[in-house]
Nanobody, 127 residues
Framework: QVQLVESGGGLVQAGGSLRLSCAASGRTFSIYTMGWFRQAPGKEREFVAAIIWSSGTTVTTDSVKGRFTISRDNAKNTVYLQMNSLKPEDTAVYYC????????????????????WGQGTQVTASS
């Protein structure tokens, strides 16, 4: 089993920045891909970004490109989401996810490909 714990959410003004962290524990050697998803009230969960654990290859959804950056620290078994220039429409609960599969490109954008999920952290960007 893999356990994921997110941190770093909060309330910021539009234009501000936050960095989310997701610490993985347990059978972390089985993780190939980690991702971030978000879910706003009344909306479906949507893909934000993903990273291949070994190579660092990333994929990011168009709506956050140039503003959000996903990265990882292998030694700490932690993945990060640096969020800059936050907009009110970025307000959501952000979830960290891990997959035992090596998800490439569009494969990484489907929540069904991930078998492990964190509890979520609230991000609110006020206008």
């Amino acid at each position: 089993q893999v356990q994921l714990v997110e941190s770093g959410g909060g309330l910021v003004q539009a234009g501000g920045s936050l960095r989310l962290s997701c610490a993985a524990s347990g059978r972390t050697f089985s993780i190939y891909t980690m991702g971030w998803f978000r879910q706003a009230p009344g909306k479906e969960r949507e893909f934000v970004a993903a990273i291949i654990w070994s190579s660092g290859t990333t994929v990011t959804t168009d709506s956050v490109k140039g503003r959000f950056t996903i990265s990882r620290d292998n030694a700490k078994n932690t993945v990060y989401l640096q969020m800059n220039s936050l907009k009110p429409e970025d307000t959501a609960v952000y979830y960290c996810a891990a997959s035992r599969g090596r998800l490439l490109g569009a494969q990484a954008t489907f929540s069904g490909g991930y078998g492990y999920w964190g509890q979520g952290t609230q991000v609110t960007a006020s206008s």
